[in-house]
């Protein structure tokens, strides 16, 4: 259940705090005072659009946050599974951050989450009710999906269902994929057989374009290199016009210094052994210069021929995967496709087999679905007009129209719609056909509280639930959500006394000026307040003695009604467990 609701700089709310509990919950306010921003409030923690309107203050984040207590619940083994919480923990935090720009950053407990996964953990905790509900159970195509909440035990079939459709439509297309072959056969075995040949012929190696593109640079740099370095061998020989030669001068060098080595032996003996060397060093130069020159290629032809290779290569690869690797793996499924091309009547018999096994099954998935539909509509059916009679309808009739459809869908071959009779005389007819906001309320309450007792979904927010609706039409509401808070914990806004009378926990929302601006502020009502609250919705502003004396045994009969329903509540939820 939702056990913490904090809500900072939404529009006219600057920080408010709810703790809510079990059993029924209940806001109320003047028109204005700010329930319908906390539902926005409430919508944005759970997924809904962002806008930065919606900040009070654009300077400062705005931020929403939902605490959920989901000890010993379905709900948490859902998010378990789903792996949106760990094992062991019992609480669940749903947060959601705006900055000032409009950016949204969510949180479930201390994850960065996207709007997605917010969404899908919200899915299982969390059921709000309100107008753009009303408009969806007038949608004939949701009908299916709400019939199935009434039995668990049609979601394995439709989970199959959706594993052999998509299997049934890869094997589709394989199928027309072996068919279009087959009326070219001829063509397409030519077409694989040469491109088999070819990636044969070349037989390209691993590394063998980076060799190429090596061995291309050095004879593109050939002619060049030899130029150099018989240029720079000639210098140091001194066989190039204009240069005295390096190695010639070191040896005259070397001549003159021996000429003295007599008069000074101590220290030109070391000058003529530096000069020796310098000339060995220059000798063992000019060799390895000319020999790395006579080495150098610059043959035209082998530039071309590695050219042409190496562009053949890369039109292959470019063809065929990009790699030696995905161009080998291309070649090894042609041989299979050529094999089953070559055997494509057998191919296209065996896709048939497969084909027609497939649809077996969907139409038996399909089959148990219908048959689970049927029982739950007949249920239903009956339990749903129940309740309709006691909300002040005139003979009323609901009933759940199956109709098969012409073909299979992921949610099986069924066209399920809600059909309504609210007056006495009159026929059933579509529920999309029903016009008034009051009654769409009063029918949307009575399927909840059918649903309530197989949900699994731990709270539930009515928001509008008493639209258009009053007098006792409002006093059957009230009891109705009170039935449907013995299974889940109700968190209602109304501006309606009966049904705030069977308030669990009663919280006014009202709005007051702070600093020259008006302010949306929540505050818990107990026992006398609880009663002061009703007598204003009752008398106005003006809390007259007339209206607490009302107020006071609207409070009374309310509470002496859930006494006394209580029990068969509880047997109710006993013979019926989430």
């Known amino acids: 259940m939702l056990t913490h609701l904090r809500v900072k700089n939404i529009a006219l709310i600057d920080d408010i705090a709810m703790d809510l509990d079990e059993g029924l919950n209940i806001l109320t306010g003047e028109t204005g005072a700010g329930k319908s921003i906390i539902m926005g409030a409430v919508n944005l923690a759970l997924g809904a659009r962002v806008s930065k309107d919606l900040l009070g203050d654009p300077s400062v984040p705005a931020q929403v946050d939902l605490l959920f207590d989901v000890t010993g619940t379905k709900a948490r083994e859902h998010l378990v599974r789903m792996g949106l919480l760990e094992e062991g923990r019992a609480e669940v935090l749903l947060s959601r951050r705006i900055a000032p720009n409009g950016r949204a950053v969510n949180h479930i407990n201390e994850e960065i989450v996207t709007a997605a996964a917010l969404q899908k953990a919200a899915g299982v905790l969390i059921d709000v009710h309100g107008q753009h509900e009303h408009q969806s159970l007038l949608d004939a195509s949701r009908h299916i999906d709400l019939l199935d909440r009434f039995d668990e035990r049609t979601q394995p079939h439709k989970e199959a269902l959706k594993e052999l459709l998509e299997a049934y439509k890869e094997k589709e297309q394989e199928y027309r994929k072996w068919e279009e072959q087959s009326r070219d056969k001829e063509r397409i075995l030519a077409l694989m057989e040469y491109e088999a040949k070819e990636i044969d012929e070349a037989g390209v190696r691993e590394g063998e374009e980076e060799e190429l593109s090596e061995r291309m640079r050095f004879l593109r740099s050939g002619l060049r290199i030899q130029e150099a370095c018989g240029g720079a061998a000639a210098i140091l020989r001194g066989e190039q016009e204009g240069y005295g030669g390096g190695i010639g001068a070191l040896e005259d060098a070397l001549s003159q210094m021996q000429r003295i080595e007599e008069v000074d032996p101590k220290n030109i003996s070391p000058i003529i052994s530096s000069l020796s060397d310098a000339i060995s060093i220059a000798e063992d130069a000019a060799a390895e210069i000319a020999r790395y020159g006579e080495a150098a290629e610059s043959d035209p032809q082998a530039l071309e021929e590695a050219q042409s290779r190496w562009e053949e290569i890369r039109r292959l690869l470019g063809k065929y995967g990009g790699s030696v690797a995905k161009m080998e793996e291309y070649r090894r499924s042609l041989e299979e496709s050529m094999d089953k091309i070559q055997h494509v009547q057998e191919t296209l018999m065996a896709c048939r087999e497969e084909l027609e096994k497939l649809k077996k099954e969907m139409h038996r998935e399909s089959e148990a679905l219908s048959v689970l539909r049927v029982q739950a509509a007949r249920t239903v059916s009956g339990e749903i007009t129940e309740i309709l009679k006691t909300l002040q309808f005139q003979d009323p009739e609901f009933q759940?129209?199956?109709?098969?459809?012409?073909?299979?869908?992921?949610?099986?071959?069924?066209?399920?719609?809600?059909?309504?009779?609210?007056?006495?005389?009159?026929?059933?007819?579509?529920?999309?056909?029903?016009?008034?906001?009051?009654?769409?309320?009063?029918?949307?309450?009575?399927?909840?509280?059918?649903?309530?007792?197989?949900?699994e979904i731990p709270t539930l927010i009515f928001d509008e639930i008493d639209t258009g609706i009053s007098g006792r039409t409002a006093q059957s509401v009230a009891e109705k959500l009170a039935m449907i808070s013995v299974f889940h914990q109700i968190i209602c806004i109304t501006h309606l006394p009966q049904i705030a009378a069977m308030a669990d926990h009663h919280m006014r929302i009202e709005k007051t000026a702070r600093q020259g601006r008006a302010r949306t502020e929540v505050t818990e009502l107990f026992a006398g307040q609880s009663e002061e609250e009703l007598a204003r919705m009752l008398g106005g502003t003006q809390l007259t003695e007339a209206a607490l004396k009302n107020a006071s045994e609207m409070k009374k009969l309310a509470a002496e009604w859930k006494e006394h329903n209580s029990l068969r509540m509880r047997e109710n939820r006993q013979r019926n467990p989430q």
């Open 400 to 455: 759940v129209e199956i109709t098969p459809r012409d073909h299979i869908t992921a949610k099986g071959q069924d066209h399920v719609q809600f059909m309504i009779r609210t007056n006495v005389g009159e026929e059933l007819r579509p529920l999309n056909k029903i016009a008034s906001g009051g009654e769409i309320s009063r029918i949307m309450l009575a399927i909840k509280t059918v649903l309530a007792q197989r949900d």
